[in-house]
């Protein structure tokens, strides 16, 4: 999908104020899909962590 809007963006010339408006919402929206992928590695990883039963050892 980025891949597609970026070359959209990159059709617009230089002069056209559309074009940074394109690429700051483009970077925006890049960004927020990051963040959304990487809380949701985040809450995997804790709720895996919870799951697991600490049963106390023999000393050696």
């Known amino acids: 999908m980025f891949e ?6 990159r059709k617009l010339s230089h002069e056209d104020e559309l074009r940074y408006r394109y690429l700051i919402r483009g970077v925006k ?13 985040f809450h995997r990883w804790r709720r895996c962590r ?11």
């Open 29 to 41: 929206l890049l960004l927020e899909q990051r963040k959304s992928e990487s809380s949701k590695g």
């Open 4 to 9: 597609r809007y970026f070359t959209e963006m």
């Open 50 to 60: 919870q799951s697991e039963s600490i049963q106390p050892g023999t000393w050696d």
